[in-house]
């Protein structure tokens, strides 16, 4: 939630952090701002909306030519999203501004604190009072650094704030605890963002923050510390993505160009995973053979997009290697009091790597004496530095709001670490864990196939823009790629959408349907024969009471086709990777009838790509 930007260097500081804060809108688009100094003074800019509103402030009124200022693109949680709730926010002297990402918790308190001496307060938000008491300390005569960290030490919550003194024009002071935060290298200039996509047009070169920590940056230097002023060494990295993976390459929406990128991403979160002897190596495991062995249940957590993939994870790893799993939404686990100990693997599924819930969770898992794997896709963020072990997936930058080749992804990182366990407990021979990698090796091609088809899915999504609800149904692994499908029209046509399992429907759904309603159906392979007949008991069941049948069904499989009012073909693959396939006419029929109804499907309303708050 919430974009930030920082820049101190030779170039035009209102360029670098408008074109950053463009690269971040997907983190939150309620409103933004800018601040820059200039000849001792402050100079503001903010707007509510998208940032193309404050693009229109600045061409009317473009800033002085400064060489230091920050950003910041929001995602509302104190305060509604209007010019004045909009961040930067100043002290009451207009010498410090500063922007937040995250939540005060203590901020009602220490609001008070210093209302009593006359301060006034613009805005409703928990961010002003910081900038009130930053701005006091460097009045009071310590540098920028330092009163950071002397207000670091009073705040409660999460935040990742960044802030500039008028008096001070060539440092960017920056702080975090549980929100995100990367610095960017450059030659005789230096970046903050949130992520790297706000500086990677500049450098590709980056330090990763810990918890508790303050970042100046200069033309040429860099310096971390802790709260108490303790100096830190930060963690260098390079970052393997270049300008045009976040561009859009052609297509009309991130989301869309992304969909099309999961060939190629599936392709590359497989590549190294085989030894010559071909054996499975999964590098970042760090988790020693006699610690897998010795599970007795694994755990998995997530959110949203991510807990599908979690759900996907359980058929697997249950199948493959008869280890016991339970998954989990992250923002219920720990407030259960769930049964984990050192014998447990908690498994942490999340593509931004900053999703505050599943951070909250792993961390309450590890006081448990529980190992943490992480599942990611966001290297240097704070789930996988948090985690005993991570799995990166290699999707490349994911900017649409909904996930997409994140969740490809997810899943063959689940398949991985499924047949891994198998390979390290021995409840799959080596030669049944290699066919399944070929299948796996071949799923890219499979993608292709489905993609292929598009024109024909866009045309289905574009009959049904009066459609005001769909439901989903799935069996088996098809099951969460229902709950995904109807994920993702909710969040981007904005209808009521409901995934089901499919037996569960005459336990009540069924109710719901009526006179044309439309029905996903995602049929099984028929490989199994018995799921592959209940499903389809389950379409006639629908179809009897009028519902209008969409199936995904498998290439050559007739007997869908006295059921299916319209049937896209999916390649012949096992029941357990169908996912992989089946889900992406989902998204290519959600992205398209969000089109057609004129949404934004890139920056859908009230979401952000990355939820740092609980
Ligand atoms: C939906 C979507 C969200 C995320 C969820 C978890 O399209 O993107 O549901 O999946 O917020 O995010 P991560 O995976 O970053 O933890």
């Known amino acids: ?332 686990f720990r407030y259960r009091d769930p049964i984990v100990d050192a014998t447990t693997l908690v498994v942490a599924i999340s593509q931004s790597g900053e999703t505050a819930d599943t951070l909250q969770a792993i961390r309450h898992a590890r006081s448990q004496r529980a190992k943490v794997l992480a599942i990611c896709n966001t290297n240097g963020s704070s789930i996988p530095r948090e985690s005993d072990a991570v799995i990166y997936t290699h999707a490349g930058p994911e900017i649409g709001v909904a996930s997409t080749k994140g969740f490809l992804t997810q899943l063959v990182a689940c398949y991985l670490l499924a047949l891994y366990v198998a390979q390290v407990k021995g409840t799959r021979f080596g030669d049944e864990i290699d066919e399944i990698m070929v299948q796996l090796e071949a799923m890219p091609g499979h993608i292709e196939t489905v993609l292929a088809q598009s024109d024909a899915v866009y045309e289905l999504a574009r009959a049904h823009t009066s459609t005001r609800s769909v439901l989903f149904l799935g069996r088996h692994a098809g099951y969460p790629v229902a709950l995904e499908g109807a994920l993702k029209l909710k969040e981007l046509a904005y209808l009521h959408a409901e995934g089901f399992a499919a037996g569960e429907l005459k336990h009540g759904p069924i109710a719901l349907i009526e006179d044309g309603l439309p029905v996903l159906c995602v049929v099984p392979p028929r490989g199994r024969d018995q799921l592959h007949g209940k499903m389809l008991s389950g379409i006639q069941e629908v179809r009897a009471r009028g519902a209008r049948t969409i199936c995904l069904a498998e290439e050559g499989d007739s007997t869908i086709e006295p059921y299916a009012d319209d049937l896209v073909r999916l390649p012949r693959v096992p029941v357990l990777l169908q996912p992989l396939v089946a889900i992406v006419p989902l998204q290519l029929f959600a992205c398209e009838l969000a089109t057609a109804l004129g949404h934004d499907v890139d920056q859908p309303r009230n979401l952000a790509k990355s939820v740092t708050v609980e």
């Open 1 to 332: 939630m919430c974009g930030i930007v920082g820049y101190v260097g030779p170039k035009r500081a209102q360029d670098v952090v408008i074109d950053g804060l463009r690269r971040l809108e997907y983190r939150g688009y309620d409103s933004a701002g800018i601040a820059v100094v200039h000849e001792g003074e402050l100079a503001l800019a903010k707007r509510a909306g998208k940032l193309a509103n404050l693009d229109k402030v600045l061409a009317d009124t473009p800033l002085p030519p400064a060489h230091t200022g920050i950003g910041h693109t929001r995602w509302a949680t104190h305060g509604r999203p209007n010019d004045v709730n909009a961040h930067p926010h100043t002290g009451g002297a207009r010498r410090v501004a500063l922007v937040h990402n995250g939540i005060i918790e203590n901020f009602v308190e220490l609001r008070s604190r210093v209302e009593a001496d006359d301060h006034v307060f613009l805005s409703e938000t928990d961010t002003e009072i910081v900038a009130h008491l930053v701005e006091l300390q460097v009045q009071s005569g310590v540098d920028l650094p330092t009163a950071m960290q002397r207000v670091c030490q009073q705040l409660d919550g999460a935040f990742t704030l960044v802030a500039v003194d008028a008096e001070d024009p060539d440092r960017v002071v920056a702080a975090r605890r549980n929100s995100p935060l990367v610095v960017g290298l450059g030659e005789g200039e230096n970046f903050l963002g949130s992520d790297v996509a706000a500086f990677i047009e500049h450098t590709r070169e980056a330090l990763e923050l810990g918890q508790d920590q303050i970042v100046t940056i200069t033309r040429d230097e860099v310096t971390v510390s802790d709260f108490w002023g303790r100096p830190v060494e930060a963690q260098r990295f390079h970052v393997d993505w270049d300008l045009s993976a976040a561009e859009k390459d052609g297509h009309d929406w991130f989301m869309r160009k992304e969909i099309f990128e999961q060939p190629r991403a599936v392709a590359d979160s497989l590549i190294g995973r085989r030894t010559t002897g071909g054996l499975l190596q999964l590098d970042e495991m760090r988790l020693a053979d006699e610690e897998i062995r010795d599970l007795d249940k694994i755990i998995i957590i997530a959110c949203g997009t991510s807990f599908y993939a979690g759900m996907v994870a359980k058929y697997a790893i249950e199948h493959w290697t008869r280890t016991p799993v339970e998954v989990e939404l992250a923002s219920e």
